[in-house]
């Protein structure tokens, strides 16, 4: 194990009918919010009114920004950081999934900072302080509620940073408020927060015990309550479990004292920098392909993985079968939840599989467990198709 | 899955050589600390030294108290205020195991209060205020380093608080000052750890799956590196999976959603204010005798635990074989790790088992997967002769 600094200052908020303490929780970070959010299916859903109402109550002054996209952009961020100082607003608060989330922690290190906020994302600086942040969730996926990420995109560069200090204050979750989510979406936030664990798990730090238990539980909840979501979209308990291990995936719990790897996410970002494709079926493409390409690196490790999480019979004679069972038995997994598995069911052409790969590991090669240059991130692209 | 609001504000330091930060960590704190230990261990082991010259290092001025006793008692708590008040320190350094920082807990909530402490203990207040308090942890078992509880005697009484506003601001976990710990204490950490997680995994809320699984994880974690740290004193790895599953089964990410036990502790309580046992040993005589009496009231939970956690084989034509089976592991679990698993092992006699069952239910009856009354009590300290 390696040594680790962890805490999880979020305070989640979690339950049937919790959107209705929205109004009291912005008020502790400020009197005068942005409220963010995106594409309008919460005003659809009533939301939207609920939220404006409980603001209202506690006397919380709102500036509204919606329009917030998949693949959240700079260009709004931009617009959000000029309503904040025009209208001095002195916290955030984002009602939606993961893209609100991002975009929401772009604009809270936006405003105080002097110069332009895409500097962090492109490694120029970091930011030394925001406006606080509150979430209403809506999506179980990206687990940016209660994470130190936010991914923004700019032309055709989709970027990450990842600083503690754009965790937000609170996060509120209701499962009930997940019940309209279609299924490709439901299927897809289950393909991102899968992904999360993942990338934690296949790490090369030795003695590793617990967190990899943790890991196991936690993909063993989705493998059980995802089709039952998909089934019965109003389960109360899958809904529930789904969106409790959305957080949990990515709030770094399950990274304390390992190394991630990260390739996956960072070659599936130039899907979506050029596709616009939904990041977890993007996800869903590539980790079966990274998968193939880096397995026997530690055959053992996708052993545990087919046996514990799968529950595949170990073949004592054959390990190499049990861990390409594994890998099986999660593509077949992903399928059966409607998810892509190859590039051409994404929709992605095999035009720019070079481009792509090129452009993966602009600085630098990319993953922990195994490292990923150009030809190997050109050979996972065309293990995908 | 019920509703919760859950955070977890302590920022866990944890490692290799991770003790040498505690000035640094405390002067963010304040810049005059109690600095509160117990019987001289830390002197003894040289961790005293460490930090002292870290604190003096930091320009952090402190008074001393040492001396806390397992079971810690209102007596040094009332001394410690004293000391905080006459120094005007402002802030507490908790090194050692959970009494010292039960009693560190006591000493926060007292400080600013201008009643006794004693009254948050028998729930005639609550606190509002506390002085701030770090941690270096030196025994992986009560969890108290970043939970919401504290526990102090006074007399033969022995009472616990639980609030939010007590759990430390930082503790400091060195997997490395734990190699000293002698067997017995290693053991008894380790019942008092799982016992945590019982507590917690034995609940008539249904589907709580995720946090069943987060349950039956950390328990076979640590079914898995007891023995392991019991052998190998000086095991980096099988110290430092024990240490963290220390916090995480006490810090209530694995209560979230559900509604734990805890009769088990309550009647423990009264065997250790009596008869002054160390608490995990009281546990692990407690809880497989709670368990014989309340099993039949959820014989597919306790399936559940034995299939799962222990890998027993399920007898479905006899699922209570199984439950029994389950019980029964971890007896032999607790007594091939040396713990005591009857009273007359635990040195306590029969001839006040009528006295404890009577003060175990001083507040009521006991228990939620199953109410205990005062006769439930009594056969359960009866099932452990």
């Known amino acids: 194990m390696e040594n680790f600094r962890f805490s999880m200052p979020t305070t989640v908020i ?25 594409s309008g299916s919460i005003k659809k859903s009533g939301l939207y009114e609920s939220v404006v109402a409980a603001l209202k109550r506690e006397g919380v002054e709102f500036v ?21 100082r025009e209208h001095k607003l002195d916290c955030i608060l984002a009602v939606g999934g993961g893209s609100v989330i991002d975009s929401a922690k772009a604009i809270g290190v936006g405003v105080p900072y002097s110069g332009d906020v895409w500097d962090f994302y492109e490694r120029k600086g970091e930011p030394s302080e925001t406006l606080p942040l509150g979430v209403v969730l809506t999506i179980p996926a990206a687990g940016s509620e209660a994470s130190m990420s936010s991914v923004v ?6 970027l990450a940073i990842n600083f503690d200090l754009i965790r937000p204050v609170f996060a509120i979750m209701n499962p009930e408020l997940t019940y309209s989510l279609p299924p490709y979406q439901t299927a897809a936030g289950a393909a991102d927060i899968m992904s999360h664990i993942l990338e934690r798990y296949f790490t090369n730090v030795d003695h590793v015990d ?5 890991c196991e539980a936690t993909l063993k909840t989705m493998i059980h309550n995802t089709p039952i979501a998909l089934a019965e979209p109003n389960d ?3 809904r529930a479990e789904i969106m409790w ?16 790897d990260w390739a996956t996410h960072m070659i599936e970002h130039e899907l979506s920098a050029l596709y616009d494709v939904t990041h977890g079926a993007g996800l869903s493409v590539v980790f079966p392909a990274w998968m193939h390409h880096t397995y026997r ?10 046996v514990r999480v799968w529950g595949v019979e170990q073949d004592f004679e054959a390990p190499e079968r049990t861990a390409l069972e594994g890998i099986d038995r999660l593509t077949q997994f992903w399928k059966s939840i409607g998810m892509p598995v190859t590039l051409p069911e994404l929709g992605v052409p095999q035009d720019r599989l070079e481009e792509m790969a090129k452009r993966a590991v602009a600085f ?22």
């Open 14 to 38: 979690f339950g049937k009918g919790t959107e209705k303490d929205v109004g009291k929780e912005t008020r502790k970070l400020g009197s005068r919010a942005l409220l963010h959010y995106g």
């Open 64 to 84: 509204e920004l919606g329009g917030v996209q998949p693949n959240p952009r700079l260009e709004l961020v931009h617009e959000g950081v000029r309503l904040c």
């Open 153 to 158: 995109s700019r032309g055709d560069r989709k």
């Open 210 to 214: 617990l967190t990899d238990r943790l």
């Open 236 to 238: 109360y308990h899958a």
């Open 245 to 260: 291990a959305s957080t949990l995936a990515h709030n770094d719990l399950l990274s304390t004292g390992r190394v991630g």
């Open 297 to 306: 690196h530690d055959i053992d490790r996708f052993v545990q993985f087919a």
């Open 364 to 385: 630098g090669p990319v993953g922990s467990f195994v490292s990923i240059r150009e030809p190997d991130a050109l050979a996972i692209l065309r293990l995908a198709v």
